[in-house]
């Protein structure tokens, strides 16, 4: 059937195509009956090639470890309840004591193995939080006793009631103060975050993290909500997650961190994680040490994958080179032609809008960050300082060192290089010093907000403010050789000084505005003459001088423009 015949039944069906276009299976059958024929769908189905064993069979499922998110606004000491949980120092060695990433850390209780995730609790983080949350089995509710509930607190118990996950609440900091443990209960009452002891079905326990006060109680209240749940899983089927986190080492190459959600996985697999693929090298526990193999519900870093998945992505196990490199070249293809349809052609309205655009100042930014997830974090954050002076444009992003071709698309496009906890390598520093470019680095997203400001605020034009200095009327005029007219005056109010800028009036009518060329006294030439005084006055281009001319003295002080929101 000729490609005509086909647009023009499509278009009495009410659908506006080009030859070009693609349409799916269901209106490519219902078009094709119309023409008496029948279709084969011979597509390409990865379902097909990922094995997908019956987790549902009771036969099959083994307990598995509860997935637990520590949730909570910044600086309630969520990171220091976990260090104090695992025993280790992970709040110390993120800049500003602020989490900046999910962490992934299996803990080894009196109860049995517990994962727990760490979200950060910065506001730019609420796509990582989320995250975490849909990952999890029960989210422990962070909350400051002497602080209450704030926004991120807020966010977290809609991630929690989003996600259909059973919320535990840790009162942290106690201790101090200033705590107010009853205050902070009614307020997570007008949440709807009900504690036991009012009434309610969520468990609250009352926590030093510092001190380690109340942490046997908080894990004996987590082991007794997953004992609750029945957590099971099939540990014998192909391994099967989702990927908590990704970043580029210099030495290592692409390291992810998956939590398996199903099976088994073993060093020497073969998986498919995104629109990536390859061989598992290397599997690591969350402390760095070596494992041979990993089950469900256990967080652990991979080695040997072809590129950096974002977090979020599924990861799967699969059978052998072939079928795991068939299924990530699928999914490269899928996601270019997604791109290509979201970025619409070059219209008329396109071009015109853009033109209208450029009105405003333009900053370009180049980001490079160390992990996935802060670079989705950092993107919003940065998207969201436009304002109507300065736009904000993305030019370049990734994840990784900044690179030579990092600098030269900076160069090419006039864009700033800014890393999160990313720094250049030894080329892109030698080709940044030689063409004098700044490259920026910052550790904490606060910092990397405000240099983006000074930034934006660099571009805007200076802003004249006029100070007005003093007045002065023309009493006698006198003609001088060589000078011209010199206009005799009396100053009314202020100074009048030499250089200043000056505006000649005639009652209502503005006749000049220029520059004093020249101030005397008896004589004598003055720099400045105050109130009460007289003065010969000379003004540069001007000198039709008539008695009670007004002289307005000013000068324009240069400021800096403020950024509005």
Same mark, same amino acid.
């Given at each position: 059937?000729?490609?005509?015949?086909?647009?023009?039944?499509?278009?009495?069906?009410?659908?506006?195509?080009?030859?070009?276009?693609?349409?799916?299976?269901?209106?490519?059958?219902?078009?094709?009956?119309?023409?008496?024929?029948?279709?084969?769908?011979?597509?390409?189905?990865?379902?097909?090639?990922?094995?997908?064993?019956?987790?549902?069979?009771?036969?099959?499922?083994?307990?598995?470890?509860?997935?637990?998110?520590?949730?909570?606004?910044?600086?309630?000491?969520?990171?220091?309840?976990?260090?104090?949980?695992?025993?280790?120092?992970?709040?110390?060695?993120?800049?500003?004591?602020?989490?900046?990433?999910?962490?992934?850390?299996?803990?080894?209780?009196?109860?049995?193995?517990?994962?727990?995730?760490?979200?950060?609790?910065?506001?730019?983080?609420?796509?990582?939080?989320?995250?975490?949350?849909?990952?999890?089995?029960?989210?422990?509710?962070?909350?400051?006793?002497?602080?209450?509930?704030?926004?991120?607190?807020?966010?977290?118990?809609?991630?929690?009631?989003?996600?259909?996950?059973?919320?535990?609440?840790?009162?942290?900091?106690?201790?101090?103060?200033?705590?107010?443990?009853?205050?902070?209960?009614?307020?997570?009452?007008?949440?709807?975050?009900?504690?036991?002891?009012?009434?309610?079905?969520?468990?609250?326990?009352?926590?030093?993290?510092?001190?380690?006060?109340?942490?046997?109680?908080?894990?004996?209240?987590?082991?007794?909500?997953?004992?609750?749940?029945?957590?099971?899983?099939?540990?014998?089927?192909?391994?099967?997650?989702?990927?908590?986190?990704?970043?580029?080492?210099?030495?290592?190459?692409?390291?992810?961190?998956?939590?398996?959600?199903?099976?088994?996985?073993?060093?020497?697999?073969?998986?498919?994680?995104?629109?990536?693929?390859?061989?598992?090298?290397?599997?690591?526990?969350?402390?760095?040490?070596?494992?041979?193999?990993?089950?469900?519900?256990?967080?652990?870093?991979?080695?040997?994958?072809?590129?950096?998945?974002?977090?979020?992505?599924?990861?799967?196990?699969?059978?052998?080179?072939?079928?795991?490199?068939?299924?990530?070249?699928?999914?490269?293809?899928?996601?270019?032609?997604?791109?290509?349809?979201?970025?619409?052609?070059?219209?008329?309205?396109?071009?015109?809008?853009?033109?209208?655009?450029?009105?405003?100042? @333009?900053?370009?930014?180049?980001?490079?960050?160390?992990?996935?997830?802060?670079?989705?974090?950092?993107?919003?954050?940065?998207?969201?300082?436009?304002?109507?002076?300065?736009?904000?444009?993305?030019?370049?992003?990734?994840?990784?060192?900044?690179?030579?071709?990092?600098?030269?698309?900076?160069?090419?496009?006039?864009?700033?290089?800014?890393?999160?906890?990313?720094?250049?390598?030894?080329?892109?520093?030698?080709?940044?010093?030689?063409?004098?470019?700044?490259?920026?680095?910052?550790?904490?997203?606060?910092?990397?907000?405000?240099?983006?400001?000074? @930034?934006?605020?660099?571009?805007?034009?200076?802003?004249?403010?006029?100070?007005?200095?003093?007045?002065?009327?023309?009493?006698?005029?006198?003609?001088?050789?060589?000078?011209?007219?010199?206009?005799?005056?009396?100053?009314?109010?202020?100074?009048?000084?030499?250089?200043?800028?000056?505006?000649?009036?005639?009652?209502?009518?503005?006749?000049?505005?220029?520059?004093?060329?020249?101030?005397?006294?008896?004589?004598?030439?003055?720099?400045?003459?105050?109130?009460?005084?007289?003065?010969?006055?000379?003004?540069?281009?001007?000198?039709?001088?008539?008695?009670?001319?007004?002289?307005?003295?000013?000068?324009?002080?240069?400021?800096?423009?403020?950024?509005?929101?």
């Amino acid at each position: 059937v000729k490609a005509s015949a086909v647009v023009a039944k499509l278009m009495e069906m009410g659908m506006m195509v080009t030859i070009n276009q693609s349409v799916d299976q269901e209106t490519a059958t219902l078009v094709a009956s119309e023409f008496e024929f029948e279709t084969k769908d011979v597509s390409f189905h990865e379902s097909s090639l990922l094995e997908t064993a019956p987790q549902e069979d009771p036969d099959n499922l083994k307990p598995r470890p509860p997935v637990v998110t520590v949730m909570g606004h910044v600086d309630h000491g969520k990171t220091t309840l976990l260090d104090a949980l695992r025993e280790g120092r992970v709040a110390s060695a993120e800049h500003g004591g602020i989490t900046q990433h999910i962490g992934a850390y299996d803990v080894e209780t009196s109860h049995g193995h517990v994962t727990f995730l760490d979200t950060p609790g910065h506001e730019a983080f609420t796509a990582m939080r989320a995250r975490g949350a849909k990952l999890t089995d029960v989210v422990v509710l962070v909350v400051a006793a002497d602080d209450g509930v704030m926004p991120q607190t807020k966010e977290a118990i809609d991630h929690a009631k989003a996600a259909e996950v059973p919320l535990v609440v840790a009162l942290n900091k106690i201790d101090a103060s200033g705590a107010t443990p009853q205050k902070v209960l009614q307020q997570l009452s007008e949440y709807g975050v009900l504690s036991e002891q009012w009434g309610g079905d969520v468990q609250v326990f009352e926590i030093s993290a510092k001190k380690r006060q109340g942490l046997q109680e908080l894990l004996e209240g987590i082991a007794v909500q997953a004992e609750m749940m029945n957590l099971q899983a099939n540990p014998d089927c192909k391994a099967s997650g989702v990927v908590i986190e990704a970043q580029l080492d210099r030495g290592r190459g692409p390291l992810v961190t998956l939590l398996l959600q199903a099976g088994t996985l073993k060093q020497g697999d073969w998986i498919v994680a995104g629109q990536y693929s390859g061989r598992v090298r290397s599997l690591l526990d969350s402390q760095g040490q070596q494992l041979k193999q990993v089950g469900p519900c256990v967080p652990v870093q991979i080695l040997g994958l072809s590129g950096v998945p974002k977090p979020g992505d599924s990861c799967h196990c699969v059978e052998g080179d072939r079928v795991a490199k068939l299924i990530a070249t699928h999914r490269s293809q899928q996601q270019r032609e997604r791109e290509l349809i979201h970025s619409g052609g070059a219209s008329l309205e396109n071009v015109l809008q853009k033109t209208s655009e450029k009105e405003n100042k @333009l900053l370009r930014l180049i980001i490079k960050t160390d992990v996935f997830g802060s670079l989705e974090a950092v993107e919003a954050a940065v998207k969201g300082l436009s304002t109507s002076q300065v736009e904000v444009e993305i030019v370049h992003s990734g994840v990784g060192t900044i690179t030579e071709s990092d600098v030269n698309l900076a160069l090419t496009t006039g864009a700033h290089v800014i890393g999160f906890h990313s720094k250049p390598d030894s080329k892109a520093q030698k080709r940044a010093t030689r063409s004098k470019l700044t490259l920026y680095s910052c550790h904490v997203i606060y910092d990397m907000v405000d240099q983006v400001r000074q @930034l934006m605020q660099s571009l805007l034009d200076p802003v004249f403010e006029e100070v007005v200095l003093g007045q002065a009327q023309v009493r006698q005029i006198f003609s001088v050789s060589k000078l011209g007219k010199i206009a005799g005056c009396v100053v009314s109010e202020g100074v009048m000084a030499r250089s200043a800028h000056v505006r000649v009036k005639r009652g209502e009518e503005l006749l000049c505005t220029s520059r004093i060329s020249g101030l005397r006294r008896f004589k004598e030439d003055v720099r400045r003459v105050e109130a009460g005084y007289e003065c010969g006055i000379e003004v540069e281009g001007f000198n039709d001088w008539q008695e009670a001319d007004v002289l307005e003295c000013f000068e324009r002080k240069q400021t800096e423009a403020k950024l509005t929101d």
